[in-house]
C-alpha cells in the first residue's frame, strides 16, 4: 500500500546529528546514543529490561540499535571506550 501524501515519512532509526550527543549514531528522534544500549547488553541486560528502563524506545527501536551495533562494530567500540574514559 503506497504512504498517502499527507502522511509523514518515518523517522530514520539511527541518527547522526551534529551537535547532538556528540555526533554519536543516536536511536531516531531521541538521545539515546546506541553505543549505551550496546553496553547494556554486553552487560547481559535484556531487551525487556533496556525497553522499562527506557520507556520511550520500543522494539523496533532495539531491533535498529542492535542492527547498527553489530555492523558498527569498530564504531561502538571506539564510542564505549572514549566515553569511559571521561
Known amino acids: 500500500m503506497a504512504r498517502s501524501a499527507r502522511q509523514p515519512a518515518a523517522a530514520p532509526a539511527i541518527r547522526h546529528t551534529p551537535g547532538v550527543c556528540g555526533g ?3 536511536i531516531g528522534n531521541h538521545r539515546i546514543p546506541v553505543w549505551v544500549l ?40 571506539r564510542s564505549i571506550e572514549e566515553n569511559e574514559q571521561e
Not at 541486560?45 to 542492527?67: C, F, H, K, N
Open 24 to 26: 554519536d549514531a543516536c
Open 38 to 77: 550496546e553496553i547494556l547488553r554486553r552487560e547481559g541486560v535484556s531487551d525487556a529490561e533496556i525497553l522499562l528502563d527506557y520507556p520511550a524506545l520500543t522494539a523496533a527501536d532495539l531491533a535498529a540499535a542492535w542492527a547498527y551495533a553489530d555492523t558498527h562494530r569498530g564504531e561502538m567500540d
